[in-house]
């Protein structure tokens, strides 16, 4: 696992951009995970400038995002799927067919996360995926106690993790409890990821995951199975590692 430890939320916004857009100009097919939250946003952003001012091409990108909330159709305003073409999509030169994102109302769930399985491997696996953690660990919406083997599947979102979303919904009821996911079996099959995080509130569970056994109690510790993760943390999600 590579550490990278930046000062501030922009400079770590710009690190995971760069190194995101040296692969789109690498690859002859890029195909990359994506992850929405507030952690991505900057990186978006700098992405988009990046098309917008430097000509960054995203004509064959193809990506997958790791998740939406169940019940949430594409066009619902707090759905993923609008986040990512509001941020990102809309904004860059991307193919509508390449962008693929889980469906939070497909008729038949299951049918559907096995069809999102296999059209990763049918465009050859992701290239490089970007994380963001929740401050009880989950990647994707792989909540605590998930196995290392998980494929996309539905899961039910634990209560810190409702918690922590009800800052985006007006009404209590409207804060999706289930969530459409990839595994993180399927996150492990990336060849490359990028974890990003920023903030104190992120502080004790970076160095859980970073420096702590590995454990089934904090997904994002499956990070340290895979042989090629950078970690990119600005100082305040970095001020409890004991090693930097
Ligand atoms: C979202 C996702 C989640 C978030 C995590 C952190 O696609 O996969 O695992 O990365 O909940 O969210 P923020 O960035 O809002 O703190």
């Known amino acids: 696992m590579e550490l990278i ?19 789109i100009k690498e690859k ?45 159709s594409p066009l619902d305003r707090n759905s993923y799927n609008f986040y990512m073409w509001e941020n990102l999509f809309f904004e860059v030169n991307i193919k509508r067919q390449n962008v693929y994102i889980p469906k939070g109302d497909a008729p038949n769930s299951e049918e559907f996360c096995k069809w999102y399985e296999e059209e990763i491997k049918r465009v050859g696996g992701i290239n490089l995926q970007l994380l963001g953690i929740g401050r009880d660990g989950h990647i994707g919406f792989n909540e605590p106690g998930s196995s290392f083997s998980d494929r996309t599947h539905v899961k039910k979102l634990a209560d810190v993790t409702i918690r922590d979303n009800a800052r985006f919904f007006e009404k209590i009821e409207d804060i999706p409890h289930y969530a ?34 590995v454990t089934k109690q904090v997904p994002a510790s499956s990070m340290q199975l895979h042989s090629d993760v950078t970690v990119i943390l600005d100082n305040a999600a970095a001020s409890r590692l004991r090693k930097k």
Do not use: W
């Open 180 to 213: 459409m996911t990839m595994g993180i079996g399927t996150i492990l099959e990336a060849k490359k990821i990028i974890l990003i995080a920023n903030g104190e509130h992120k502080a004790r569970i970076c160095a859980e995951f970073i420096e702590r056994p």
């Open 5 to 23: 430890v930046v000062s501030d939320y922009d400079e770590l916004s710009k690190t995971a951009a760069s190194l995101m857009a040296k692969e």
């Open 28 to 72: 002859e097919r890029p195909v990359l995970g994506l992850a929405t939250g507030s952690t991505p946003l900057g990186t978006y952003k700098e992405l988009v400038r990046l098309h917008q001012e430097e000509g960054l091409d995203f004509s064959k990108v193809v990506t997958f995002n790791l998740d939406e909330y169940i019940g949430f």
